[in-house]
């Protein structure tokens, strides 16, 4: 099944799926589309940062319980794990192990395409984002033997505000995600002063100005 979410197709597959949330906008509205949109078991993944305060993982149930409120619907099943660093390759690793013994038939990604690198990159300049999240709308949509699927690939941010806007969640599931990615760790925090928002935002990292860009 094809849905239009304000102008992005997402294609609803059948049987068990699963779908890695972080709490953030994208994969947040992502979630809400697939317990929306169908009665069949969805498997949710978060990893928490340990380096990070695990807070991945004390916002990720804040938003799904939203998304059972909104859609009515509770056939989900949420998986959290933690780890040091929380790496692309370890957030994929218990996803990939349960679509490879055939328990999932598809696995939603929630990463989007980055603005503008005009935009993008005045944002933090310190920061070097992720130039593999192209702005060109050129990026690929499936990954890891097409089993993991990446519907806002070649959309970004403002996409995503057109949806929460068209699906009236501003005042609703956007209020609980958190987009923020404050690592006290990194030494730009420290030297510009940057203070630890808790669960909040910190309003100044790269996350945070994308958000800031696309919603604006």
């Not at 304000?6 to 609803?12: K, S, T």
């Not at 599931?173 to 510009?192: A, G, I, Q």
């Amino acid at each position: 099944m094809l849905i239009d979410c304000a102008g992005v197709e997402l294609e609803i597959v059948e049987g068990p799926v699963g779908i890695m949330v972080s709490g953030g906008v994208d994969s947040s509205i992502l979630l809400y589309y697939l317990m929306k949109n169908t009665a069949d078991t969805i498997h949710i993944y978060t990893t928490g940062s340990n380096l990070k305060f695990r807070r991945n993982s004390i916002v990720a149930p804040i938003v799904v319980e939203k998304c059972i409120q909104l859609t009515g619907n509770n056939n989900v099943v949420h998986h959290i794990h933690y780890d040091e660093a929380a790496t692309d390759s370890s957030m994929c690793d218990a996803p990939k192990n349960d679509v490879e013994s055939g328990n999932l038939n598809r696995v939603y990604d929630g990463t989007t395409m980055n603005p503008p690198n005009e935009v993008a990159s005045n944002f933090v300049p310190i920061f070097d984002f992720d130039y593999s999240r192209k702005d060109d709308g050129n990026n690929v949509k499936y990954y890891h033997n097409d089993n993991f699927y990446m519907p806002w690939a070649n959309t970004d941010k403002q996409g995503i505000a057109k949806m929460y806007r068209e699906e009236n969640l501003i005042d609703t599931l956007l209020k609980v995600t958190r987009s923020c990615e404050y690592d006290p760790t990194c030494e730009y925090f420290t030297l510009n002063n940057i203070k630890d928002p808790g669960l909040g935002h910190c309003g100044e990292c790269w996350w945070c100005k994308e958000k800031e860009w696309g919603f604006k």
